[in-house]
C-alpha cells in the first residue's frame, strides 16, 4: 500500500512543480506511519525534507497530500530557487 501512496506523491509533486505551485522539484523518498492515520511522506532535498499528512481510508491521498505540501512550502522562507540575474541599470 505504501508504494502506491509513494507514486501518487510524486504524481502530485510532479504536477506541482509544472504548474509552478511549488519553487523546486521534489522526489517523494518514503513514507511512515507515525500514529493512527497519520504519516510523514520525505523528500529527496534540503529545503524540505518531509510532510505530515492526515490520511484515512476512503480519503483521497492525493487531495490531501497536495494540500499539505502547499501549506509546507508557504511557511518556507529563504531563497528556494536560484535569483534571477539582477538589472544592471545605474541610477
Do not use: C
Not at 29 to 42: K, L, N, Q
Not at 60 to 80: I, N, T, W
Amino acid at each position: 500500500m505504501q508504494e502506491e501512496q509513494i507514486a501518487q506523491a510524486q504524481q502530485v509533486l510532479d504536477e506541482l512543480f509544472s504548474e509552478q505551485l511549488i519553487p523546486f522539484k521534489l522526489s517523494a523518498r518514503a513514507m511512515e506511519s507515525t500514529g493512527p492515520e497519520e504519516y510523514i511522506v520525505r523528500f529527496h532535498d534540503s529545503r524540505l525534507r518531509s510532510v505530515d499528512v492526515s490520511w484515512r481510508q476512503g480519503q483521497s491521498f492525493k487531495d490531501l497530500f497536495r494540500a499539505a505540501v502547499l501549506e509546507q512550502v508557504k511557511k518556507l522562507s529563504g531563497p528556494l530557487r536560484r535569483n534571477p540575474p539582477h538589472d544592471q541599470t545605474s541610477d
